[in-house]
């Protein structure tokens, strides 16, 4: 090879990484792209919250979540024979987003069962306790006893949260106490017992807490004996942004609003059987 054929060739070379240069991306570039994405997700995020692209999806989970709860106390029931709960602890009054009026939400749950045969429950002072509507932690699982938050900030409203009737957003609810403890044997007494630690309250201080009762049968107590089925609408909590909250926010009236106008995911509980399923996805 000449030497002026491989000086050619270097420079060639030479040049070729010089293009390259040139084209590549600078650091100042490549920030000021990132920056004109960040603009373009500020503008973009928003508006598809406002034709409802990320809430449903969270009211979906919500709602499924319940439903798996709602199933597996079902399953509970029938596997301890005994009458297993899905109870409810009702948050303080909260400003609604849109009328501004203070309404109670229901925000966590927590999975308990009727004191089970052969027990006895006894309080703090070693009092035997008759109460029917008294539920404890689930044997071998204390810590379903524990309040879980429904996923994704979603939630159920309660009864009276709205004037339209009866407010089916919460479904038929029965009272119940939960005491928490632990199961023990009372060798002196030969028998079995639940020997409580507290009594639990709502915030509010009262000590019901609204329920959905399954049997061993796979029948559900309802408060109410009219009607077989019930239902349970997802969606937000009251001071969520209405854009979430509502399919339509600009046409709700303040002073009359509807379950219609909610956007939420609806379950259907049936007493007969006990069976659960979204009917809403």
């Given at each position: 090879m000449s030497?002026?054929?491989?000086?050619?060739r270097g420079l060639g070379r030479g040049a070729a990484r010089m293009r390259a240069a040139a084209e590549g991306i600078t650091?100042?570039?490549?920030?000021?792209?990132?920056?004109?994405?960040?603009?373009?997700?500020?503008?973009?995020?928003?508006?598809f919250a406002r034709f409802g692209?990320?809430?449903r999806n969270e009211t979906q989970q919500g709602a499924r979540e319940l439903y798996k709860v709602l199933s597996m106390t079902r399953v509970l029931a029938a596997t301890?024979?005994?009458?297993?709960?899905?109870?409810?602890?009702?948050?303080?009054?909260?400003?609604d987003s849109l009328t501004g009026q203070f309404v109670k939400t229901i925000e966590s749950y927590a999975v308990v069962q009727n004191v089970p045969e052969g027990y006895k429950l006894v309080d703090v002072d070693?009092?035997?306790?008759?109460?029917?509507?008294?539920?404890v932690p689930v044997e071998g699982m204390q810590e379903a006893a524990?309040?879980?938050?429904?996923?994704?900030?979603?939630?159920?409203?309660?009864?009276?949260?709205?004037?339209?009737?009866?407010n089916p957003l919460i479904g038929?609810?029965?009272p119940i106490r939960i005491y928490l403890g632990e199961y023990e044997y009372d060798p002196s007494q030969r028998y079995w017992l639940f020997r409580a630690s507290e009594k639990l309250t709502q915030v509010d201080g009262t000590y019901d807490f609204p329920a959905h009762i399954f049997t061993p049968s796979g029948r559900m107590e309802w408060s109410k004996a009219d009607r077989e089925r019930r239902e349970i609408n997802v969606g937000y909590p009251p001071d969520a942004d209405p854009i979430e909250r509502f399919a339509s926010p600009d046409s709700v009236d303040p002073q009359n609003v509807k379950l219609s106008d909610f956007r939420t995911i609806r379950l259907e509980l049936y007493r007969a059987t006990g069976r659960v399923q979204i009917v809403q996805d």
């Open positions: 030497t002026a054929r491989y000086i050619a650091l100042v570039e490549l920030l000021l792209v990132l920056v004109i994405l960040g603009l373009m997700a500020a503008i973009v995020i928003p508006t692209f990320f809430s301890n024979r005994v009458d297993t709960a899905v109870a409810y602890a009702v948050t303080s009054n909260k400003p070693g009092n035997q306790v008759t109460d029917e509507w008294a539920f524990t309040f879980r938050v429904i996923p994704q900030g979603t939630a159920l409203l309660a009864e009276d949260a709205y004037g339209d009737g009866e038929s609810l029965k």
